[in-house]
């Protein structure tokens, strides 16, 4: 069993296991020693003495499996930044009473949207473990938001959360985006920088593709209603009057505060109950919305869904072209092999000369025709002989052969009397011989001695 899903084991369990579960992966031990430690002189046999690495490593076993301190948001002030040439972040995170250390990869700081500082009130996420090599226990921070706009990050957990558990992300429900839409609906604002670029790609792409505009504020208070009211719109239009193949829901980029329409639950549950597929295409590559998990497909800036919605002529008439180049040659191949094997067909004998053929084949059938007589014969003459001994058998059981050795058989009543108990004096019984039959009378009758 992995080790981290053994809760509430000791310190020398842990070590045992650590040290089994090492075993298996790399094939050798590894590890600490774990079979105790005794000191020569003034220490029982079995007392235990643990290396600070052992002692280090279980610390941070326990850190690891505690459910708090795996995804936990701690709110302090940033001091002693540091960001050596690695790129990552070291930092202390205080208050009046305490001080945390942290650090943030290289990896994770990459999609911060501000340059952190000393002394800015922030709120992070991560997870608390121990450097074992310090023996030092500090944060591993995912995430950075300032303080100010820490609240509404908190809601956007808080909502995706939720909606992940009632399966709005679930993967099963995703629609297919269709390959080569005729009709596009877009719902975005119409003055902005999105829908100029959407359309000029588009355009440029496939210009054969018609466009269904629906106009909406992307930020502010009544963004989201209108959002909401648009997708029900296209909807609509899509049942009642003309099909649209596909929706792209979304606007450029912007901060948290200009983006949250797209993180309320009413857009949300509106995109998911969409008939039509929605491609969510809100702010720059880093930028997450919620509708982005729950539309059937993101698209990281706007221009990206436009490239991913419609395909680019120029490529389908580069790839009509390699097909049809490739369908002549494959013709040709066939043309090809068709013509060698008629003319390997020419020059065998079986073309030629087709009755040797034949005359091979009249052999074959009188072969087996020889081959069937003597199975034939074979098997007449051991049945043959079959029967004869199951004749003479019967013979020998047969109750005429008896006569034929001079006895007679008794009759009463068309019944063979075998005891003397089965006929009376005066009985009127027939005597069967080899040749013929008498009846007789019973005149006097006697058991033998």
């Not at 023996?135 to 921070?141: A, I």
């Not at 938001?145 to 992300?169: D, H, N």
């Not at 018609?210 to 106009?215: G, K, R, S, T, V």
Request: glycine share 6%; net charge neutral.
């Amino acid at each position: 069993m992995d080790v981290k899903q053994r809760k509430g084991v000791t310190l020398t369990d842990f070590l045992h296991l650590k040290k089994e579960e090492d075993e298996e992966k790399f094939g050798v031990e590894s590890g600490p020693e774990i079979e105790g430690i005794e000191e020569e002189k003034g220490i029982e046999e079995k007392t235990r003495i643990y290396s600070v690495h052992e002692v280090t490593r279980y610390i941070r076993h326990r850190l690891d499996e505690d459910e708090v301190l795996s995804d936990v948001y701690v709110k302090g002030e940033i001091s002693n930044l540091s960001q050596p040439t690695s790129g990552h972040l070291y930092f202390t995170l205080k208050d009046e009473f305490s001080e945390l250390r942290c650090v943030m990869f290289r990896e994770k700081n990459r999609k911060l949207k501000f340059v952190p500082e000393d002394g800015m009130s922030a709120i992070v996420r991560g997870h608390v473990s121990v450097y074992e090599k310090q023996g030092k226990y500090q944060l591993y921070v995912e995430e950075i938001q300032e303080e100010g706009i820490g609240a509404l990050y908190r809601a956007f957990e808080q909502l995706k959360k939720k909606l992940k558990e009632e399966g709005l992300f679930d993967i099963g429900y995703k629609k297919p985006i269709p390959g080569f839409p005729c009709r596009i609906g877009i719902i975005t604002s119409p003055t902005g920088a999105a829908i100029r670029d959407m359309l000029n790609i588009t355009k440029r792409r496939f210009p054969h593709v018609h466009i269904l505009l629906a106009p909406v504020a992307v930020q502010g208070e009544e963004a989201a209603p209108q959002i909401v009211n648009a997708i029900r719109l296209m909807n609509r239009v899509n049942k009642e009057l003309m099909k649209i193949d596909v929706l792209v829901v979304g606007r450029g980029g912007g901060s948290i505060e200009e983006l949250w329409a797209f993180n309320e639950e009413a857009v949300a549950r509106e995109i998911f109950s969409s008939v039509i597929p929605v491609i969510s295409a809100v702010g720059h590559e880093t930028d997450f919305t919620i509708a982005d998990f729950v539309a059937d497909r993101r698209a990281a800036t706007p221009s990206e869904a436009a490239e991913f919605v419609v395909p680019d002529k120029r490529e389908i008439e580069k790839n009509l072209s390699s097909l049809e180049l490739r369908m002549r040659q494959n013709v040709f191949k066939a043309i090809e092999y068709h013509r060698k094997r008629l003319e390997s067909i020419e020059k065998s004998i079986l073309f030629r000369k087709p009755t040797e053929r034949i005359n091979q084949y009249r052999q074959t059938v009188d072969e087996i025709k020889r081959n069937m007589l003597a199975e034939i014969t074979h098997l007449v003459a051991l049945h043959r002989k079959s029967l004869q001994a199951l004749s003479g058998k019967l013979d020998a059981l047969s109750p005429l052969a008896i006569l034929e050795r001079g006895y007679s058989i008794c009759l009463k009543e068309e019944r063979v009397v075998r005891s003397v108990e089965e006929i009376s004096v005066g009985d009127a019984v027939k005597i069967l011989f080899k040749d013929g039959e008498a009846t007789s009378e019973v005149k006097e009758k006697g058991k033998r001695a």
